[in-house]
């Protein structure tokens, strides 16, 4: 499975890689930090909307929810790919030598 395809909303791959090429780069840890500012800025840009929407200076409801979920999207994605190291580090510790 090519993980470089899966890409959320508002999350560009990691050091400008296209989808479907391979990174030749870039180590886990960056690719990790880059992930992890990126999901951190969403999450700053949505307070941020809802924020401006609840003191009346939000153009548009629309905005506001687009970016909460593309926020919210972006934290599952972030937690479900912690849930998976951890799983996969479980695994490898439970394997015997």
């Known amino acids: 499975m090519d993980i470089t395809r899966i890409q959320t909303p508002g999350m560009p791959l990691p ?9 030749t780069g870039a180590d886990f840890s960056t690719v990790l930090r880059q992930t992890i500012d990126t999901v951190n800025a969403l999450q700053t840009n949505a307070e941020s909307a809802a924020r401006d929407f609840v003191i ?34 479980q695994e490898i510790m439970r394997m015997q030598i």
């Open 56 to 89: 009346g200076r939000a153009q548009s409801v629309h905005d506001t929810m687009i970016a909460m979920e593309k926020a919210d999207v972006s934290l599952r994605l972030l937690t479900t790919m912690r849930n998976k190291a951890v799983e996969a580090y």
């Open 15 to 23: 050091s400008g890689t296209p989808a479907g090429q391979p990174s």
